[in-house]
Nanobody
């Protein structure tokens, strides 16, 4: 079992920045690819970014490319999402998640492939 706790959400004006953190405990953090997803009430959870176990490979949704950066510190069991140039359409609850398959070499962008989830942190971007 992997337990995940997100933090760092809040209210920010358009054009501003936030950094989300996700602290993991339980099984060996470095064995799992990690992802960030977001969800607006009434809509499906959507992929934001993902990072492989050692951090060498990342993937992003087209809507956040060039603005968001995912990173991880395996020594601290933490994954981050740096969000710059925020837009009102980035408003959502942001969730971090751990891959359902440890040591997997393929990076997934679908929520189904992640089965450990945090409780979410609200990000609100005002115009």
């Amino acid at each position: 079992q992997v337990q995940l706790v997100e933090s760092g959400g809040g209210l920010v004006q358009a054009g501003g920045s936030l950094r989300l953190s996700c602290a993991a405990s339980g099984r060996t953090f470095s064995n799992y690819a990690m992802g960030w997803f977001r969800q607006v009430s009434g809509k499906e959870r959507e992929f934001v970014a993902a990072i492989k176990r050692r951090g060498g490979t990342t993937d992003y949704a087209d809507s956040v490319k060039g603005r968001f950066t995912i990173s991880r510190d395996n020594a601290k069991n933490t994954v981050y999402l740096q969000m710059n140039s925020l837009k009102p359409e980035d408003t959502a609850v942001y969730y971090c998640a751990a891959d359902r398959v440890p040591l997997r070499t393929v990076l997934s962008i679908t929520a189904y492939e992640y089965n450990y989830w945090g409780q979410g942190t609200q990000v609100t971007v005002s115009s």
